[in-house]
T-cell receptor, first 113, second 111 residues
Framework: DVKVTQSSRYLVKRTGEKVFLECVQD?????MFWYRQDPGLGLRLIYF???????EKGDIPEGYSVSREKKERFSLILESASTNQTSMYLC????????????FGNGTRLTVT | GQSLEQPSEVTAVEGAIVQINCTYQ??????LSWYQQHDGGAPTFLSY????GLEETGRFSSFLSRSDSYGYLLLQELQMKDSASYFC????????????FGTGTRLTVIP
């Protein structure tokens, strides 16, 4: 079974802090993704990566950056956290999205105060 | 860009059949996926349709009509544990390596 592990289930940070969300997958997938999920808005793609050191912007990249130094690890960085970044963050990996499933982690509930 | 429309809420009776519709607009369609998410849980993959027609997996079936830009998820013999949110998602040429998700349909199964 594919396992996608997100480092924190709950996180509380202050406005202006730099925040790191970590994600690790154990299935050697090339593709990794960061989504945020908000009520009524579904899952919105922030960034994705199709290879080590490669990254592509998704639909809502503003205020975020990512890092993929190793194939199994994909980090989401909030350079200066703001209250409108309070959300559920979901990491996923896939062999090839669509035809093959996205495997999601359990999510990180981030609250920015 | 892409847009997906699905009903926000559906309620159905245990043992019944329910259909969740999804219409989409994309520029270069590759396929339509469905995901299930229970409260507090991660989304899990249910099905993928790239070609027209019905795909069946146990109690769940998914249908696609590319000419109508339309698909649906059919859940049969509903069980209480099927209460969850269901998301359709498209893969298209603008983002061949990613999926664009709809806003989800909250299914409530009642006794």
């Amino acid at each position: 079974d594919v396992k996608v592990t997100q480092s924190s289930r709950y996180l509380v940070k202050r406005t202006g802090e730099k925040v790191f969300l970590e994600c690790v997958q154990d299935m050697d997938h090339e593709n990794m993704f960061w989504y945020r999920q908000d009520p009524g808005l579904g899952l919105r793609l922030i960034y994705f990566s199709y290879d080590v050191k490669m990254k592509e912007k998704g639909d809502i990249p503003e205020g975020y950056s990512v890092s993929r130094e190793k194939k199994e690890r994909f980090s989401l960085i909030l350079e200066s956290a703001s209250t409108n970044q309070t959300s559920m963050y979901l990491c996923a990996s896939s062999l090839s999205p669509g035809r093959f499933p996205l495997h999601f982690g359990n999510g990180t509930r981030l609250t920015v105060t | 860009g892409q847009s997906l429309e699905q009903p926000s809420e559906v309620t159905a009776v245990e043992g019944a059949i329910v259909q969740i519709n999804c219409t989409y607009q994309t520029s270069g369609f590759y396929g339509l996926s469905w995901y299930q998410q229970h409260d507090g849980g991660a989304p899990t993959f249910l099905s993928y349709n790239a070609l027209d027609g019905l795909e069946e997996t146990g109690r769940f079936s998914s249908f696609l009509s590319r000419s109508d830009s339309y698909g649906y998820l059919l859940l049969q013999e509903l069980q209480m544990k099927d209460s969850a949110s269901y998301f359709c998602a498209v893969r298209d040429r603008t983002g061949a390596n990613n999926l664009f998700f709809g806003t989800g349909t909250r299914l409530t199964v009642i006794p």
